[in-house]
């Protein structure tokens, strides 16, 4: 499986990004599609996931400024990041959880909030 993830960058407090990512390869269905992240010196946490069925979890931190949406036929997931603070940056992650709970992780996309 291939995670390819697009969409980190540097933008100022305040201001908005949208990350990607499309997985490809051979596997099992997929049942979680989402975005963890990880700050230097901090352990990697979950931002957003979306469950087959519609079922969305955020991090408490993100509520109201993230939105995570999927494409289950395309097999592709989005965060669209609003309002975002210099808390919020750290390496994002795309993971997908396989209905075998097999976890795949992409290469990992940086974003960086300046304030």
């Known amino acids: 499986v291939q995670l390819v993830e697009s969409g980190g960058g540097l933008v100022q407090a305040g201001g908005s990004l949208r990350l990607s990512c499309a997985a490809s390869?051979?596997?099992?269905?997929?049942?979680?599609m989402g975005w963890y992240r990880q700050a230097p010196g901090k352990q990697r946490e979950l931002v957003a996931r979306?469950?087959?069925?519609?079922?969305?979890n955020y991090a408490d931190s993100v509520k109201g400024r993230f939105t995570i949406s999927r494409d289950n036929a395309k097999n592709t997931v989005s965060l669209q990041m609003n309002s975002l603070k210099p808390e919020d940056t750290a390496v994002y992650y795309c993971?997908?959880?396989?209905?075998?709970?097999?976890?795949?992780w992409g290469q990992g996309t940086l974003v960086t909030v300046s304030s």
């Open positions: 993971n997908v959880q396989t209905v075998q709970m097999t976890n795949y």
């Open positions: 390869g051979s596997y099992f269905s997929i049942r979680w």
């Open positions: 979306s469950l087959s069925g519609g079922y969305t």
